[in-house]
T-cell receptor, first 113, second 119 residues
Framework: GQSLEQPSEVTAVEGAIVQINCTYQ??????LSWYQQHDGGAPTFLSY??LDGLEETGRFSSFLSRSDSYGYLLLQELQMKDSASYFC??????????????WGAGTKLIIKP | EAGVAQSPRYKIIEKRQSVAFWCNPI?????LYWYQQILGQGPKLLIQ????????DSQLPKDRFSAERLKGVDSTLKIQPAKLEDSAVYLC?????????????????FGPGTRLLVL
């Protein structure tokens, strides 16, 4: 079966750095994506890792280790507007999921002033 | 560039009633998705279209849910009859071409969603 695990909630202070981890179990793997969703809003794409290593986009970075089936999203210089839920998603193999994007349950990031 | 449009934004119905949601994807996007998102959970794929054909509907409760994308552009999702457990946000998303991007990055663009409450 396919599964993703990420913490349900993370709390951090404005201006700090926070890391949201994601571990996955799939029998095949075609990349790890991260999406942000504000309360009442739609998910928006943040980043994608197809290969091992770090991808940086402004204040956000995402890391992938395929050998460890592990990735993380790193948010720097936290701002209050970063308070949202963050989802990791993995594309599974054809056999089990018809290549569909499998989503984690999301991590609610709470930022305190 | 206009985003993914969905309507209505909110809907309250009683159980056993019918409801329909509409989605207009980003122009030129061949792939369209309908997701169900229950509060506190990640999106769950209900059905995926490639143009006007169904790619995957394995998680669609076909005894009560139906969806179509007749002209390969906009799409409707219907629930008939609705149950209490159908209360959720129904998200529509689109992407350029799922097959072309299968082994690479495929960014899905989401609409604002329809919040359904079944009483």
């Amino acid at each position: 079966g396919q599964s993703l695990e990420q913490p349900s909630e993370v709390t951090a202070v404005e201006g700090a750095i926070v890391q949201i981890n994601c571990t996955y179990q799939t029998s095949g793997f075609y990349g790890l994506s991260w999406y942000q969703q504000h309360d009442g809003g739609a998910p928006t794409f943040l980043s994608y890792n197809g290969l091992d290593g770090l991808e940086e986009t402004g204040r956000f970075s995402s890391f992938l280790s395929r050998s460890d089936s592990y990735g993380y999203l790193l948010l720097q210089e936290l701002q209050m507007k970063d308070s949202a839920s963050y989802f990791c998603a993995v594309r599974g193999p054809r056999k089990d999921s018809n290549y569909q994007l499998i989503w984690g349950a999301g991590t609610k990031l709470i930022i305190k002033p | 560039e206009a985003g993914v449009a969905q309507s209505p934004r909110y809907k309250i119905i009683e159980k056993r009633q019918s409801v329909a949601f509409w989605c207009n994807p980003i122009s030129g996007h061949a792939t369209l998705y309908w997701y169900q998102q229950i509060l506190g959970q990640g999106p769950k794929l209900l059905i995926q279209f490639q143009n006007n054909g169904v790619v995957d509907d394995s998680q669609l409760p076909k005894d009560r849910f139906s969806a179509e994308r007749l002209k390969g552009v906009d799409s409707t999702l219907k629930i008939q009859p609705a149950k209490l457990e159908d209360s959720a946000v129904y998200l529509c998303a689109s992407s350029l071409d799922w097959l072309v991007l299968l082994r690479g990055q495929e960014t899905q663009y989401f609409g604002p969603g329809t919040r359904l409450l079944v009483l």
